[in-house]
């Protein structure tokens, strides 16, 4: 068994993305006492493939006892320690429109290993409000204020949010949430995820269409052949 990090290949920014999957799969068997699980047992937990689970987390070193499975706490906890929550990280929300009040009251980050710490807008009519137990400050009250590493969740109209992307890479963020629609320029070093609910909704109005043309062309060539 091996689970030296010089040992490990790189791991693939597709299976980064499924490693919460994974980890959200193992914290309900974590806290039922399950001590083992089957690659089966947890991909279907997590919605996924046998096959892909099992190369994703061979990432990670060798968690795994071939006929056995999976020591879950300590596959927990190596996912948790790649994903970099053995502690929590502070959270700038910029933008307290309706979306910015959402994700303010949203319990999901706190248990995630986030810690909402600003709510960040620059109508002199919201600062100084309070939302979720927290008060809103401006943008220089939030830059004075900044002294560790934090994750900026960009939740203002389109227009406004390059001009923030701009001021949070200047405090030196190097990791942003954009819910803003539109596409962000920042330098090479800075990490930037997108989430856009219009495009979700989209592809979802997509697969409906597309079952509802598929039903059609079956019922129409049932009518034919009668």
């Keep these: 068994m091996t689970t030296d990090p010089m040992t490990r290949r790189d791991i693939p920014d597709a299976t980064v993305a499924r490693l919460p999957v994974y980890l959200r799969a193992l914290h309900p068997l974590v806290t039922a006492g399950v001590e083992v699980v089957s690659s089966e047992e947890l991909a279907t937990i997590a919605g996924v493939r046998s096959a892909g689970l099992r190369k994703d987390l061979s990432y990670l070193g060798s968690y795994g006892v071939r006929g056995v499975g999976y020591d879950v706490e300590r596959l927990a906890s190596e996912i948790t320690r ?4 053995q502690h929590p990280w502070s959270v700038a929300i910029i933008g307290m429109g309706n979306l910015g009040h959402a994700l303010a009251a949203y319990s999901g980050f706190a248990t995630r290993g986030f810690r909402v710490q600003w709510l960040v807008d620059r109508d002199p009519a919201v600062v100084g409000t309070e939302i979720a137990g927290m008060r809103v400050v401006d943008f220089e009250q939030f830059a004075a204020t900044v002294t560790e590493q934090v994750i900026a969740v960009i939740s203002t109209p389109p227009v406004a949010a390059q001009e923030v992307a701009d001021a949070v890479v200047e405090l030196g963020v190097r990791s942003i949430l954009n819910f803003a629609p539109g596409v962000l320029s920042v330098p090479s070093h800075t990490q930037v995820r997108k ?10 109005a997509f697969h409906e269409q597309r079952g509802k043309d598929d039903a059609r062309i079956a019922t129409d060539g049932i009518e034919a052949s009668g």
């Design 195 to 204: 989430v856009d609910l219009a495009t979700e909704l989209q592809i979802l």
């Design 82 to 85: 790649q994903l970099g929550l």
